[in-house]
């Protein structure tokens, strides 16, 4: 498996949580190597009774913004 180093950008990673997790240990790893690092996380508390697409497009956490921030990163390593 190749370092975060030899890859040059974190790959994305999915929580669980408010933050933690994958992504922070992968934050942790990257120290070192100095890749971006970019977390995309819950910061607020949505609305109750939308539909789950809705939620995630209002937390900035659709598929089309995880691909825009996977580009970003591409864009910017």
Do not use: F
């Amino acid at each position: 498996m190749p370092t975060l180093a030899q890859v040059g950008c974190v790959p994305p990673t999915a929580e669980d949580n408010d933050v933690g997790g994958l992504g922070s240990e992968l934050a942790e790893a990257a120290v070192a190597t100095a890749p971006t690092v970019r977390s995309l996380v819950v910061r607020w508390i949505p609305e109750s009774g939308r539909p789950a697409d809705d939620v995630l497009a209002y937390l900035a956490l659709s598929v089309a913004d995880i691909i825009a921030a996977v580009h970003d990163n591409l864009r910017n390593t």
